[in-house]
């Protein structure tokens, strides 16, 4: 028996969904533009079960794959759970058998040994094959065509670490992927492994290296001759999950610190710089200039997570965990480990950024994300008031002028992650945007498409679906040429 | 029919609405809805009686009723399906919704 009803905040638009669905030919606002040929994959989480305790971390939630698959301006909707081990073995026992995030020991005796991935966080598509990817475990492999579930991936069982990151980086100049798992060789361990995979998915590279303390390796950047990887507040050890807690806290005490890793180097080779408390979950991108290696991100001041409570027991603090499109420069010709940090803009955004994915690398101008726009009229009387918590506009972030563009959802929608999608042969920027609205009058989601370049007049389309999509972590582009579609 | 002949005065002095003057007034009355959804009031009417003119359907069509005897239009309120995380305070919405 299910049963959520004490769960007091799973309620109206934020109830669990739990059902898979086909959408075919999905009703559209608007004109979906024919150039759009591909499929907007969304990775994202519901709970099946209810979690096991209450402050548990929604990075908990099992993983829902689901896709806006566009041809010919037609799009059709799909949507399946990622069948993961763990999932088997709740829908078997008909409860939640596993325990509080990256924590085994708060797990059901009964899945002792078993696989603990939800799989919850970055769809990705490469060497002709589409991934789930969640960074405490390997990638999962799925059917482009049903999302059905086919198992973990090791490539070709080159690949080492236990674990592979949700951000891995594509180089547009080579096609290689340069991809990470940390806590390579298992809970609490202090080792990075880091692989170049080629285009057709042969690892040609691993460097292995271990940080100066077990923390969160969410997200990195690439230059050309660098990978830069960030690590931050978040700690952990056995004694902490032997304790029962979840697998992260912050430790204010701890310094940001940033590696700048040869990407044809060796582990002696690598700089680490050494900064004031920051949270850099999602990076933007990163470039060289001379002997200086420029990266761009939304940087939080301090811990995002509440449910990563601060270790020393204090209050998680809300100021704190905005973020700000910030530039941190690292010159390599420094004696020091210090480093420059600049805010970029003034206002705070949310920190699931994206860029035009062919500049990776490279100098580039525009930047996209999510932010509230509090002088847009919010209806409250339509959506209910979500104490004023609502995204609800996408911005186009110009780095060379300052100036911002934005987009506007409406008067009863929040927006999630956006997406960028390039025009074929088009200039930087040239595209669509593209990302998932929630509708609390109407309680449906919705599909965005409006053109990158002309933000200010509105959706070129929505695509309609008549319930709520599960929430989404992160959301890819592939384009047709990436994936054996049918 | 012709807008000519649909604005034409009629014999006891009223003015008949022509398609333009309609949709003016509709948006008008869509613009006092989105201001105060909650009185569906206009202007007042001349009528002698001292109702108000409403907003109304009638077989599935908005209109003005300056009559103010018709029953007026409520516009659906939504169903408020984010009001779940009102009372929630930034440390709990962003425990539960992190990304939402």
């Given at each position: 028996m299910v049963d959520f009803s004490n769960q007091p905040t799973m309620k109206g638009f934020f109830a669990p969904t739990r059902f898979e669905a086909d959408v075919y030919d999905c009703e559209v606002i608007g004109k979906v533009p024919?150039?759009?040929?591909g499929a907007f994959v969304r990775l994202g989480g519901d709970w099946?079960?209810?979690?096991?305790?209450?402050?548990?971390?929604?990075?908990?939630m099992d993983g829902y794959i689901n896709m806006f698959r566009f041809k010919n301006g037609i799009v059709d909707y799909k949507g399946r759970w990622v069948k993961t081990p763990r999932f088997k073995a709740d829908s078997a026992a008909h409860k939640q058998l596993f325990g509080k995030?990256?924590?085994?020991?708060?797990?059901?005796?009964?899945?002792?040994?078993?696989?603990?991935?939800?799989?919850n966080t970055t769809p990705l598509a490469f060497a002709g094959k589409l991934f789930t990817l969640k960074e405490d475990s390997l990638p999962y492999e799925i059917?482009?065509?049903?999302?059905e579930t086919i198992g973990p991936y090791n490539f070709h069982g080159k690949y080492k670490s236990l674990t592979f990151t949700a951000h891995p980086k594509v180089?547009?100049?080579?096609?290689e992927m340069i991809c990470y798992g940390y806590e390579a060789e298992g809970l609490e361990t202090n080792d990075v492994f880091l692989y170049t995979i080629n285009?057709?998915?042969?690892?040609t590279r691993e460097l292995r290296f271990k940080v100066p303390?077990?923390?969160?390796?969410h997200d990195i950047s690439i230059t050309k001759h660098y990978v830069i990887i960030p690590i931050f507040g978040f700690v952990s050890s056995m004694e902490r999950l032997k304790e029962g807690k979840v697998h992260w806290g912050w430790d204010d005490t701890k310094p940001a610190m940033v590696a700048i890793v040869?990407?044809?180097?060796?582990?002696?080779d690598i700089r680490w710089f050494k900064g004031p408390s920051r949270a850099t979950v999602h990076t933007l991108n990163a470039r060289e200039e001379g002997n200086k290696v420029i990266f761009e991100a939304p940087i939080y001041?301090?811990?995002?997570?509440?449910?990563?409570?601060p270790v020393d027991g204090s209050a998680w603090d809300p100021t704190k965990a905005r973020a700000y499109i910030r530039r941190q420069t690292f010159d390599l010709?420094?004696?020091?480990?210090g480093y420059t940090e600049e805010k970029l803009f003034e206002m705070n955004v949310s920190d699931l950024g994206r860029v035009?994915?062919?500049?990776?690398t490279q100098p580039y101008r525009y930047a996209f994300t999510a932010f509230a726009d509090k002088q847009r009229p919010f209806e409250e009387w339509k959506a209910?008031?979500?104490?004023?918590?609502?995204?609800?506009c996408y911005g186009r972030f110009d780095?060379?002028?300052?100036k911002m563009n934005s987009y506007f959802s409406g008067p009863t929608h929040s927006l999630q992650e956006v997406c960028f999608v390039p025009r074929k042969n088009?200039?930087?920027?040239e595209g669509y945007i593209m990302g998932v609205a929630c509708n609390y009058a109407e309680v449906r989601s919705e599909l965005i498409i409006a053109d990158a370049q002309r933000?200010?007049?509105?959706?070129?389309a929505r695509v309609i679906l008549p319930f709520r999509a599960t929430a989404q972590v992160h959301g890819r582009w592939m384009d047709a040429s990436e994936l054996p579609f049918a | 029919m012709s807008e000519t002949m649909i604005d034409q005065v009629t014999a006891e002095g009223s003015t008949l609405l022509t398609r333009r003057d309609f949709a003016r007034m509709f948006a008008a009355a869509g613009a006092a809805l989105a201001i105060?959804?909650?009185?569906i009031m206009l202007a007042e009417t001349t009528a002698s009686c001292g109702r108000h003119a409403v907003v109304a359907f009638h077989m599935d069509q908005l209109y003005v009723d300056y009559s103010g005897t018709a029953i007026p239009y409520q516009p659906p309120l939504g169903a408020?399906?984010?009001?779940?995380?009102?009372?929630?305070?930034e440390e709990d919405f962003r425990r539960r919704f992190v990304y939402a």
């Amino acid at each position: 028996m299910v049963d959520f009803s004490n769960q007091p905040t799973m309620k109206g638009f934020f109830a669990p969904t739990r059902f898979e669905a086909d959408v075919y030919d999905c009703e559209v606002i608007g004109k979906v533009p024919t150039e759009l040929n591909g499929a907007f994959v969304r990775l994202g989480g519901d709970w099946l079960y209810p979690p096991k305790f209450e402050d548990d971390s929604p990075f908990s939630m099992d993983g829902y794959i689901n896709m806006f698959r566009f041809k010919n301006g037609i799009v059709d909707y799909k949507g399946r759970w990622v069948k993961t081990p763990r999932f088997k073995a709740d829908s078997a026992a008909h409860k939640q058998l596993f325990g509080k995030y990256r924590n085994p020991f708060t797990d059901d005796p009964s899945v002792k040994g078993l696989d603990r991935s939800v799989q919850n966080t970055t769809p990705l598509a490469f060497a002709g094959k589409l991934f789930t990817l969640k960074e405490d475990s390997l990638p999962y492999e799925i059917d482009c065509n049903t999302l059905e579930t086919i198992g973990p991936y090791n490539f070709h069982g080159k690949y080492k670490s236990l674990t592979f990151t949700a951000h891995p980086k594509v180089d547009p100049a080579t096609g290689e992927m340069i991809c990470y798992g940390y806590e390579a060789e298992g809970l609490e361990t202090n080792d990075v492994f880091l692989y170049t995979i080629n285009k057709k998915g042969e690892v040609t590279r691993e460097l292995r290296f271990k940080v100066p303390y077990v923390s969160m390796v969410h997200d990195i950047s690439i230059t050309k001759h660098y990978v830069i990887i960030p690590i931050f507040g978040f700690v952990s050890s056995m004694e902490r999950l032997k304790e029962g807690k979840v697998h992260w806290g912050w430790d204010d005490t701890k310094p940001a610190m940033v590696a700048i890793v040869p990407r044809d180097g060796e582990a002696k080779d690598i700089r680490w710089f050494k900064g004031p408390s920051r949270a850099t979950v999602h990076t933007l991108n990163a470039r060289e200039e001379g002997n200086k290696v420029i990266f761009e991100a939304p940087i939080y001041d301090s811990n995002p997570f509440p449910f990563f409570p601060p270790v020393d027991g204090s209050a998680w603090d809300p100021t704190k965990a905005r973020a700000y499109i910030r530039r941190q420069t690292f010159d390599l010709n420094s004696k020091g480990d210090g480093y420059t940090e600049e805010k970029l803009f003034e206002m705070n955004v949310s920190d699931l950024g994206r860029v035009d994915d062919r500049y990776l690398t490279q100098p580039y101008r525009y930047a996209f994300t999510a932010f509230a726009d509090k002088q847009r009229p919010f209806e409250e009387w339509k959506a209910g008031n979500l104490g004023g918590r609502v995204n609800n506009c996408y911005g186009r972030f110009d780095l060379a002028t300052g100036k911002m563009n934005s987009y506007f959802s409406g008067p009863t929608h929040s927006l999630q992650e956006v997406c960028f999608v390039p025009r074929k042969n088009g200039t930087e920027g040239e595209g669509y945007i593209m990302g998932v609205a929630c509708n609390y009058a109407e309680v449906r989601s919705e599909l965005i498409i409006a053109d990158a370049q002309r933000l200010e007049e509105g959706d070129v389309a929505r695509v309609i679906l008549p319930f709520r999509a599960t929430a989404q972590v992160h959301g890819r582009w592939m384009d047709a040429s990436e994936l054996p579609f049918a | 029919m012709s807008e000519t002949m649909i604005d034409q005065v009629t014999a006891e002095g009223s003015t008949l609405l022509t398609r333009r003057d309609f949709a003016r007034m509709f948006a008008a009355a869509g613009a006092a809805l989105a201001i105060a959804p909650w009185k569906i009031m206009l202007a007042e009417t001349t009528a002698s009686c001292g109702r108000h003119a409403v907003v109304a359907f009638h077989m599935d069509q908005l209109y003005v009723d300056y009559s103010g005897t018709a029953i007026p239009y409520q516009p659906p309120l939504g169903a408020r399906s984010g009001q779940a995380a009102a009372d929630l305070s930034e440390e709990d919405f962003r425990r539960r919704f992190v990304y939402a």
